[in-house]
């Protein structure tokens, strides 16, 4: 089992190895062992990464590796690799600059490297028809997450934001072979499921990694306490649609040059999203196709990336007619407050144009 | 009374008066219809300058830097940014350099000049954005070209300087003359381009020589005069009058080495730092030499343009020798700058902290150091990456190491008095005394 920080490790060379990839996540408790080892100006959920590590919680490893992105997460990923080293680690150079030409052959060659150093780990060799069949399960997970999601763009949606949240988390740490029939059966069941609540306002969650479960479901509760409520209907985060949106093109003659442009042109972090803006069309289309009434922007604290995007997010949000409200994010700190805020932004959703 | 001779350096003013020129080249740029380009201080400058010798830059650290020197003008800067909806946390010279086209205020007087294309690098997570979002300030019909050199480590923290990893950043240099091509609608001069090419390796190859020379007992340069000339490279590395300054400050610096001229006269302990400091408290350097402690640079002063090689068995620094010939060709002039800013000495530690700790505990124990001090500068996440794991191992390798918190370019984030406190422990610590008064 090989943990991985990023979205941008590809798990499906790690099937064709058949090793399991587990995404490493924060445990949203406060933890108090990362100050000698990360500055305090790097964001809490990479602390939180951290503090796993050192606290033992992923012992059952046998590697760990990153696929190049935030300086967060890499701090992470560093620290753990000098004093919790589980004996395979690999940095995974993956390119900044995804909208060149260029950065396809250089992610290829850097698979390359990869590819060697699990032969290392493993003392396997892995063929082509190994390589497409981790493509294939990974696909297939995507496909399943996305199906799943279009039942969200109903009016009353069979699936709370919480439990698509809880969907999407539970496949980092499944085997992709055991996750898939549970979740095949869940779409199934979707089909005739009616929720027997008031689904309230539509909302989107744009942002920085986020599993907040339980922000989530003090939004999808407000209704029950409040006079308004809302449903999370789609998010724009790297642990839901950033992650699975995208498929692997299996039409690809060499396996390994499709998944290098898969993770290219999946939607960017915002890290890697120049010259041009991309993400902005996605967020915009997920706004329309999934007809939200409002978006909450969520930053993890001191998220740099998402920091420099922000501004111009919330911007090209409004000029489309989509009211945004912005929530600077702590994964350790208590969901309260915000319950407030969220609220009060909610009734602006709801005011009539006169004041009395 | 002084331990050893010291006296000022000759070429200060010549550095002074080129700087001032640099900058006004920039502002005066369209008077002569010349064209102006933005972009990061780790930018590859050699590669406009194949648009012709009237193409002038602005590189936003260093001019972060100057806003931040001047703490009104600054806090300007950096409220018109914050209320613009940047985060306060972000990097500050970026902030800066934001709030500067925001009040369009040009720190060095006039109206902020507007650039004709920006052309960044990139490695840590905010250069290329940083232009992204200025060309987007400028009113959102700048161009902006950025190279990723995120390509990874160079040996001997890698097995090898992989081709693959040269040829992806060299592309991109190609490509970038193409595009710069198109939006400039010059033709490419590759003569001029491969002059300039060679004028940045010569500079940065000479910078490192000069840094060496400060391993001499008394140090011929303290670390505030050498931020006062690290600047060039920072500006333009391919600037020729910049590549002459420091082989002219090179026979200077060594000059004072052989007669025993100090940067310090009172030079009784050495320290060095890590990351920028805060520019508009530079008095915290005279303040140590007021304890006899002459700061003889860092890996950050040493290494963010000079160029430099790893030894890791004898745990040396030293300057990487420039190539055996000038490029002839468009692609060798292209794949020589892209390995050697590889092997840039502050690009590593952005894949492993351990990287740098060996790099700076080499200057440790090589410019004999009695001491380190960090500044865990909130204002860059970029060279602050990985600091908290480089004072860990840093005292596992022997060494006093102190650290303070404050940020290069917002003074909100810096307090002085409480840094004075930590100094004057650390200094004691050294067994140095208080000095008098």
């Not at chain 1, 967020?283 to 196709?289: G, Q, R, T, V, Y």
Request: charged share 25%; net charge negative.
């Amino acid at each position: 089992m090989v943990g991985f920080f990023c979205t941008y490790s590809p798990e499906e060379i790690f099937y064709a190895f058949d090793i399991l990839p587990v995404r490493i996540l924060g445990s949203h408790e406060i933890q108090d062992v990362t100050e000698p080892h990360l500055f305090a100006m790097f964001c809490p959920f990479c602390r939180d990464v951290l503090a796993q590590g050192l606290k033992g919680k992923y012992d059952y490893l046998d590697g760990i590796t990153i696929g190049q992105s935030c300086l967060h997460l890499r701090q992470a990923y560093t620290s753990w690799d000098i004093h919790k080293n589980p004996g395979w680690s690999h940095y995974l150079v993956m390119p900044n600059h995804v909208q060149s030409p260029r950065a396809v052959p250089f992610l290829v060659a850097e698979y390359e490297l990869l590819i060697k150093s699990l032969e290392e780990l493993t003392g396997k060799q892995i063929t082509d028809s190994d390589l497409r069949k981790g493509i294939e399960l990974m696909n297939r997970v995507r496909r399943v997450m996305k199906d799943i999601y279009e039942f969200r763009k109903q009016d009353n949606p069979p699936i709370t934001g919480l439990e698509a949240m809880y969907m999407c988390c539970s496949q980092f740490f499944t085997d992709a072979r055991e996750w898939l029939p549970v979740a095949e059966e869940a779409k199934k069941e979707l089909e005739t499921r009616k929720l027997d609540r008031d689904p309230g306002l539509r909302l989107m969650l744009v942002g920085s990694e986020n599993d907040d479960i339980e922000f989530i479901q003090m939004v999808e509760t407000l209704g029950e306490r409040e006079s308004v409520g809302a449903t999370v209907v789609i998010e724009e985060h790297c642990t839901t649609t950033r992650y699975f949106w995208d498929e692997v093109d299996e039409s690809f003659d060499d396996p390994l040059l499709a998944i290098a442009d898969r993770y290219v042109s999946r939607t960017p972090c915002p890290s890697k999203d120049w010259p041009q803006r991309s993400r902005l069309q996605r967020i915009l289309k997920f706004a329309k196709d999934f007809n939200v009434d409002g978006a909450i922007v969520i930053q993890q604290k001191f998220c740099d990336p998402h920091e420099l995007d922000i501004p111009f997010i919330r911007k090209s949000l409004e000029d489309n007619g989509i009211p945004t409200y912005f929530l600077e994010f702590d994964v350790t700190t208590a969901v309260g407050p915000f319950s407030i805020r969220v609220e009060a932004f909610l009734e602006t959703l709801e005011a009539e144009d006169d004041l009395f | 009374m002084s331990k050893y001779p010291s006296e000022p350096l000759k070429c200060w003013n010549k550095a002074k008066e080129l700087r001032n020129k640099f900058y006004k080249n920039f502002s005066d740029a369209k008077d002569k219809g010349g064209i102006r380009w933005m972009g990061s201080a780790w930018a590859f400058d050699a590669v406009p300058a194949g648009l012709g010798e009237d193409v002038w830059c602005i590189t936003g650290e260093p001019y972060g830097a100057t806003c931040a020197f001047n703490r009104p003008v600054s806090a300007k800067f950096l409220e018109a940014a914050e209320n613009f909806g940047f985060a306060r946390d972000l990097c500050s010279y970026m902030r800066n350099y934001w709030g500067s086209i925001l009040t369009n205020q040009y720190a060095l007087g006039g109206e902020f000049p507007r650039a004709d294309f920006a052309w960044s690098q990139h490695i840590c997570c905010s250069h290329a954005k940083w232009y992204q979002n200025a060309c987007e300030l400028e009113g959102g019909n700048v161009p902006l070209f950025a190279v990723d050199v995120g390509a990874g480590a160079c040996p001997p923290f890698e097995p090898e300087m992989y081709e693959h990893r040269v040829r992806y950043v060299a592309d991109q240099l190609l490509d970038g003359i193409e595009w710069m091509q198109k939006v400039t609608g010059r033709e490419y001069n590759d003569e001029l381009f491969f002059e300039a090419a060679w004028n940045d390796i010569r500079s940065t190859n000479k910078w490192a020589n000069i840094c060496l020379l400060n391993m001499a007992v008394p140090a011929p340069l303290d670390e505030k005069s050498i931020y006062s000339f690290y600047v060039f490279g920072t500006l333009q590395k391919s600037n020729p009058e910049f590549a002459d300054l420091y082989d002219e400050l090179y026979d200077e610096v060594k000059d004072r080495v052989d007669r025993g001229i100090a940067a310090v006269a009172n030079e009784q302990a050495r320290v060095m730092t890590d990351t920028q400091p805060p520019w508009g408290f530079l008095k915290i350097y005279r303040y140590l030499e007021s304890w006899g402690a002459v700061s003889i640079g860092s890996l950050y002063t040493f290494g963010l343009e000079g160029m430099w090689l790893y030894d890791e068995e004898k745990n040396d620094l030293r300057p990487r020798p420039i190539p055996a010939k000038r490029p002839e060709t468009r692609e060798e002039a292209c794949m020589m700058l892209a390995d050697w800013h590889l092997s840039k000495p502050e690009y590593q530690h952005f894949y492993h902290p351990d990287y740098k700790t060996k790099m700076m505990d080499a200057i440790a124990k090589n410019w004999k150091c009695d001491g380190i001090i960090l500044h865990y500068n909130r204002g860059c996440e970029g060279l602050s990456m990985g600091i908290a794991e480089n004072r860990l191992g840093l005292l596992e390798r022997g060494n006093k190491v102190m650290t303070y918190e404050g940020n290069m370019g917002d003074e909100h984030e810096f307090d002085e008095q409480a840094t004075i406190n930590r100094i004057d422990i650390f200094m004691e610590s050294m067994g140095l005394k208080r000095p008098a008064g």
